[in-house]
C-alpha cells in the first residue's frame, strides 16, 4: 500500500509542475508577501488581504457589506388577496387599503478566495471561492400600519394554505424576510495580481457569478416561526409570475474594483 501512496503523490507532484514552476525553490512564495485593500462594486464595499501560494496562485480573504438602504413600492391592498383573507382584513388603521412595502438591504458575508495565473507574468485570473454570511437579504415591512383586524391580541390573522397563520404586530406591522444560502459558490475572472513586484499600489477587477440558492419569501407567523410564502397564496397572475421570475435568480452578479497595497 505504501508503494501505491508514494507513486500517487509522484503523479500528483508531476502533473503540479507545469502550474509551480520546474524549480520548487524558484517558485516557493507560500505567504512571503501580504497586501491589503478595498474593493467596491456591486456587492457593496468590503476589505481583504492577500497572500500568495507560488506565482500561480493567490489567496485573499476578508469581508463585503452591503451599506444598509431601503426602497418603498407603494400598493393599493383592496384587489389584493392572500391565503384566507378579505377586503376588510387589510384595510389599514387610518381607514385606506395603500400602504407602502418597504425592503431594505442586508448582506454581510465573510469571503475567502482563490484566484489562479494560468500564465506566470499575466494578470489574467480565474478565481473561485466562497461567500459565508447571514441567509436574509432584504428585510420587509409595511410603512401603514394595519387595522386591528388583523393586528393586535385579538387581531383576526390570515391563514395559509399549508395552515400557518400570520398577523401584524400590536403596531400593525408585518414583518417579512427575502432569503437565500448561507453558503454561496463564487466563480468569475479578472485582471490583476495583489502582490506587485514593482509598486506599492495595485489595481484589479472582477467579475462573476455568486451562487446563492433559489430565493424565498419568509414571513413571521403567529408562533413566531417564519413561514414560507409561495406564489399559490394570491389569488393574482400578477403575484404568481413575480414569484416565478424571483424564484429563478439563483445567482447574483458581481463586479468589482479592487486598491491594493502591497505591505511587504
Given at each position: 500500500?505504501?508503494?501505491?501512496?508514494?507513486?500517487?503523490?509522484?503523479?500528483l507532484i508531476?502533473?503540479?509542475?507545469?502550474?509551480?514552476?520546474?524549480?520548487?525553490?524558484?517558485?516557493?512564495?507560500?505567504?512571503?508577501?501580504?497586501?491589503?485593500?478595498v474593493?467596491?462594486?456591486?456587492?457593496?464595499?468590503?476589505?481583504?488581504?492577500?497572500?500568495?501560494?507560488?506565482?500561480?496562485?493567490?489567496?485573499?480573504?476578508?469581508?463585503?457589506?452591503?451599506?444598509?438602504?431601503?426602497?418603498?413600492?407603494?400598493?393599493d391592498?383592496?384587489?389584493?388577496?392572500?391565503?384566507?383573507?378579505?377586503?376588510?382584513?387589510?384595510?389599514?388603521?387610518?381607514?385606506?387599503?395603500?400602504?407602502?412595502?418597504?425592503?431594505?438591504l442586508?448582506?454581510t458575508?465573510?469571503?475567502?478566495?482563490?484566484d489562479?495565473?494560468?500564465?506566470?507574468?499575466?494578470?489574467?485570473?480565474?478565481?473561485?471561492?466562497?461567500?459565508?454570511g447571514?441567509?436574509?437579504?432584504?428585510?420587509?415591512?409595511?410603512?401603514n400600519?394595519?387595522?386591528?383586524?388583523l393586528?393586535?391580541?385579538w387581531?383576526?390573522g390570515i391563514?395559509?394554505?399549508?395552515?400557518?397563520?400570520?398577523?401584524?404586530?400590536?403596531?400593525?406591522?408585518?414583518?417579512?424576510?427575502?432569503?437565500?444560502n448561507?453558503?454561496k459558490?463564487?466563480v468569475?475572472?479578472g485582471?490583476?495580481?495583489?502582490?506587485?513586484?514593482?509598486?506599492?499600489?495595485s489595481v484589479?477587477?472582477?467579475?462573476?457569478?455568486?451562487?446563492?440558492?433559489?430565493?424565498?419569501?419568509?414571513?413571521?407567523?403567529?408562533?413566531g416561526?417564519?413561514?414560507?410564502?409561495?406564489?399559490?397564496?394570491?389569488?393574482?397572475?400578477?403575484?404568481?409570475?413575480?414569484?416565478?421570475?424571483?424564484?429563478?435568480?439563483?445567482?447574483?452578479?458581481?463586479?468589482?474594483?479592487?486598491?491594493?497595497?502591497?505591505?511587504?
Amino acid at each position: 500500500m505504501r508503494r501505491e501512496v508514494k507513486l500517487l503523490i509522484a503523479a500528483l507532484i508531476a502533473f503540479m509542475l507545469p502550474f509551480t514552476g520546474a524549480s520548487a525553490q524558484r517558485d516557493a512564495m507560500i505567504f512571503n508577501h501580504l497586501s491589503a485593500g478595498v474593493d467596491i462594486g456591486t456587492r457593496g464595499f468590503g476589505l481583504e488581504v492577500s497572500a500568495p501560494l507560488t506565482p500561480y496562485l493567490e489567496v485573499r480573504t476578508g469581508f463585503d457589506i452591503m451599506p444598509h438602504f431601503g426602497y418603498t413600492y407603494d400598493v393599493d391592498l383592496s384587489d389584493v388577496k392572500i391565503g384566507n383573507s378579505t377586503p376588510e382584513l387589510l384595510r389599514m388603521r387610518d381607514g385606506t387599503y395603500k400602504t407602502g412595502i418597504n425592503g431594505s438591504l442586508n448582506m454581510t458575508d465573510w469571503k475567502l478566495m482563490l484566484d489562479i495565473f494560468p500564465f506566470r507574468k499575466s494578470s489574467f485570473h480565474l478565481t473561485a471561492g466562497m461567500f459565508v454570511g447571514s441567509s436574509t437579504f432584504i428585510n420587509v415591512t409595511n410603512t401603514n400600519a394595519f387595522g386591528p383586524d388583523l393586528s393586535g391580541e385579538w387581531g383576526m390573522g390570515i391563514t395559509l394554505k399549508n395552515g400557518d397563520r400570520i398577523k401584524a404586530d400590536e403596531d400593525g406591522f408585518i414583518h417579512a424576510s427575502a432569503k437565500v444560502n448561507g453558503f454561496k459558490p463564487y466563480v468569475g475572472i479578472g485582471f490583476g495580481r495583489a502582490i506587485s513586484e514593482d509598486h506599492h499600489f495595485s489595481v484589479a477587477c472582477d467579475i462573476g457569478a455568486l451562487f446563492w440558492g433559489k430565493p424565498k419569501l419568509t414571513i413571521l407567523n403567529t408562533h413566531g416561526e417564519e413561514s414560507v410564502i409561495t406564489a399559490a397564496e394570491f389569488d393574482s397572475k400578477d403575484a404568481e409570475k413575480a414569484f416565478d421570475i424571483v424564484s429563478k435568480v439563483i445567482a447574483y452578479p458581481l463586479i468589482n474594483i479592487r486598491l491594493i497595497y502591497h505591505i511587504f
